[in-house]
């Protein structure tokens, strides 16, 4: 506050000169203090420390303390999104991304066959490591964004992506044995062998097949 205004103060008109000083100066310091609750009330910039005051200010029932950090912020972030549309597919869809998996939503009436009315196929994709602690909290996050008449049906699919090369070799080989050549009615004093030998090489190169 600027130095030409008044300072609005809540001390009585018969306040002492201590009172009205202290009240200058406790004035003065707190002004310096830039207000923490902007920052501190947005789950992608609040400290990591205070995130789980966060969820419980908003109403987030299913925490994991041993969780990522990036997973954390976006449980809290979805949280009141997840409150509000509770019952509808962004409901469903919000409880799958605050796992950090890839939701694909249907309703009965959108399957082939159609489905039971009032349920859902929900199959949510990950490239992250997945188990049965993620996959039993990933049932209890849809339990608490669906609708009390709503069946679900769940499937979770992993995926990798990266580069895939696809490589083949092939050895070849042939064993020829050569005998002494016998001539019938020959008669030598000496031993005579005739012996023939064929090698070949063959050289393949095999390129990574296009996508």
């Known amino acids: ?18 009172e009205r000083a202290l009240d200058i100066g406790f004035g003065a310091l707190l002004d310096r203090v830039a207000p923490p609750f902007p920052e501190l009330m947005n789950p992608t910039t609040t400290p990591s420390a205070f995130l789980p005051y966060l969820a419980a200010d908003r109403g987030v029932s299913e925490w ?21 549309q509770a019952g509808t597919r ?14 694909e939503v249907r309703a009965w009436y959108e399957q082939t066959p159609v489905g039971q009315p009032y349920s859902f196929s929900v199959r949510a994709f990950t490239d992250q490591p997945y188990s049965e602690v993620i996959d039993a909290r990933l049932d209890r996050r849809l339990a608490d964004a669906k609708s009390e008449r709503d069946i679900l049906k769940i499937s979770v699919g992993l995926s990798a992506f990266g580069s895939h090369i696809v490589g083949a070799a092939t050895v070849c080989g ?13 008669q030598a004093s000496g031993e005579a062998f005739i012996a023939a030998g064929l090698y070949s090489v063959e050289t393949s190169t095999i390129y990574p097949q296009g996508a």
């Open 174 to 186: 042939e064993l020829t044995t050569v005998y002494p050549m016998v001539i019938e009615g020959l």
């Open 1 to 18: 506050m600027s130095d030409s205004q008044p300072r609005p103060s809540l001390l009585p008109a018969n306040s002492s000169a201590l």
């Open 64 to 84: 994991s303390t041993d969780a990522a950090e990036a997973e954390k912020r976006l449980t809290v972030e979805l949280a009141w999104p997840t409150a509000r």
């Open 90 to 103: 962004l409901a469903l869809e919000n409880a799958a991304k605050g796992l950090r998996l890839m939701p």
